[in-house]
């Protein structure tokens, strides 16, 4: 059994923000595999589904980033998931705009949803998918930064992103995390800071 867990903040103010990728995501895996996350359970949306004949459960926690931990924690003791098992898909501004990138395990950074998970789990060694959102503009607080929605072509590349990164979710399902880094890692490097654009009036 597998447990896909996507990071955001719920509610209608920050749907489709930068911070909220791992909820776009899964919107793009649920359309995919046909299923519905939608069943509450403890402190997250739920739904299941069958994946190369393993059961799949999709996650949306409902605590708000920062409290990620405590929908995922009851969710991978309910399920029994092992930590091979878990993948967790979040936002992260050091990979510019629509690279992913998938790892076995690793620490948290600076990433508040990951930091609470592995609080709560106690351990770090779980698989994780990020997705590029770039480092903010000139102008930009860090917060509205992430908290802001993407400005003019930033949704196109978002929305390719989002669709490679479900393609990317199932290989792993189907045919393990190695063939999932080799086919969709985007090379690794720092993102340059985004030239000057329209200010946060145009993300909101």
Known sequence: MYLIVGLGNPGSKYAHTRHNVGFDVLEAL???LGVS???QRDNALVGECFVGGQKVIL???QTYMNLSGEAVAPLAAYYRIPPENLLVVYDDIDLPQGHIRIRKNGSA???NGMRSIVGALGREDFPRLRVGVGQ???GYELADWVLGHYIGPEQEVA???FAQAADAIVDYLENGIESAMRTYN???E???PTPPGPQEGDAQ
Do not use: C, M, N, V
Request: without cysteine; glycine residues 4%.
């Open 59 to 61: 996650a949306l926690p």
């Open 190 to 192: 720092k993102s340059k």
């Open 37 to 39: 996350i939608s069943r």
């Open 136 to 138: 903010k503009r000139e």
């Open 109 to 111: 950074g600076t990433h």
């Open 159 to 161: 929305d390719r992103a």
């Open 30 to 32: 649920s359309r995919k």
């Open 186 to 188: 985007t090379k690794k």
